[in-house]
């Protein structure tokens, strides 16, 4: 079913809104920023903000996707190593190496995004996308119902508070963190 089309003022509130958002968040961090200086920054009343996002979870989960959305199209329509036409074995330790170098660079917004407590991260739009997308490539390596484990497992290795850990608490560099991930990867795959 096609998303409803939205009325200009909305889409141009709605960029305004996630516009203002990177903005404070980039300069405060996420877990400092309220809705209402979010509305206040966009020039919009906080009902807007509620209206377009519904809550602060689907402010964060907007931001996500569009911080993201170059590397989605990447793995969805790029070259090797993360594009659809990468060997499987070479294309899952890419994706998982992009996505934990990916959350490195934005670790305060997923770190907020997985702290907001509003709903499971495994439920999210984006989770799912990056859950299938990994499935795809294993359920080529290995039995498909294995895969779907598989890729969970996987993908806790990159959930951002891990990352945020082994950076701030363990002090290793995000090269040290890419290849121990990547050693971890290798050792994991079938075949």
Not at 28 to 47: D, Y
Not at 100 to 121: C, Q, T
Not at 129 to 135: D, I, S, V
Request: glycine content about 6%; proline content about 7%.
């Amino acid at each position: 079913m096609p998303e409803p089309r939205r009325r200009a003022d909305a889409v141009r509130n709605r960029e305004a809104v996630l516009d203002a958002a990177e903005a404070l968040f980039t300069s405060a961090g996420p877990a400092e920023v309220s809705m209402n200086s979010v509305a206040a920054a966009a020039g919009v009343g906080k009902g807007t903000v509620f209206r377009a996002f519904t809550d602060r979870t689907g402010l964060l989960q907007a931001l996500a996707e569009r911080r993201s959305a170059p590397l989605r199209e990447a793995v969805t329509a790029g070259p090797a190593p993360l594009g659809p036409s990468t060997p499987p074995r070479d294309r899952v330790p890419a994706l998982l190496d992009a996505l934990a170098g990916f959350k490195l660079d934005n670790r305060s917004l997923y770190l907020a995004l997985e702290d907001d407590g509003a709903a499971s991260p495994y439920r999210s739009a984006s989770y799912a996308w990056w859950h299938h997308t990994l499935c795809e490539a294993l359920g080529e390596l290995t039995d498909p119902a294995h895969a779907s484990y598989l890729a969970h497992l996987l993908l806790a290795a990159v959930r951002a508070d891990l990352v945020s850990h082994l950076a701030a608490t363990e002090h290793l560099t995000g090269d040290e963190i890419r290849t121990r991930l990547r050693a971890h990867v290798e050792a994991v795959l079938p075949g």
